[in-house]
Nanobody
């Protein structure tokens, strides 16, 4: 059973940086597409960045050029480097794993979420 544990959230001033980490366990890491999603109060959860098992990345328009997603197969960890943070980036950030092969194809696993607050 896949488990995801996020870390790295916190309070940061506008223009600052944070790096989120998500550690994966319970299956073969390279068989999963990984992503970061966020949900602000009163809003729907939205995709922030995704990275496929092959390393292809995808970002929502509002974070392009500011956020970078990466994955480390040795550490079974996916990262989200967030620079030039804005108040509108404030949300709970969730890590997601999407299965790509065999009976796990299409499966979705979520982490518990980590709060990111951008405020002066």
């Amino acid at each position: 059973q896949v488990q995801l544990v996020e870390s790295g959230g916190g309070l940061v001033q506008p223009g600052g940086s944070l790096k989120l980490s998500c550690t994966f366990s319970g299956d073969i890491f390279r068989a999963y597409n990984m992503g970061w999603y966020r949900q602000a109060p009163g809003k729907q959860r939205e995709m922030v960045a995704r990275i496929t098992s092959g390393g292809t990345t995808q970002y929502r328009d509002s974070v392009k050029g500011r956020f970078t997603i990466s994955r480390d197969g040795t550490k079974k960890t996916v990262y989200l480097q967030m620079n030039s943070l804005k108040p509108e980036d404030t949300a709970v950030y969730y890590c997601n794993a999407e299965g790509t092969i065999g009976f796990t194809r299409g499966s979705q696993t979520w982490g518990q979420g980590t709060q990111v607050t951008v405020s002066s």
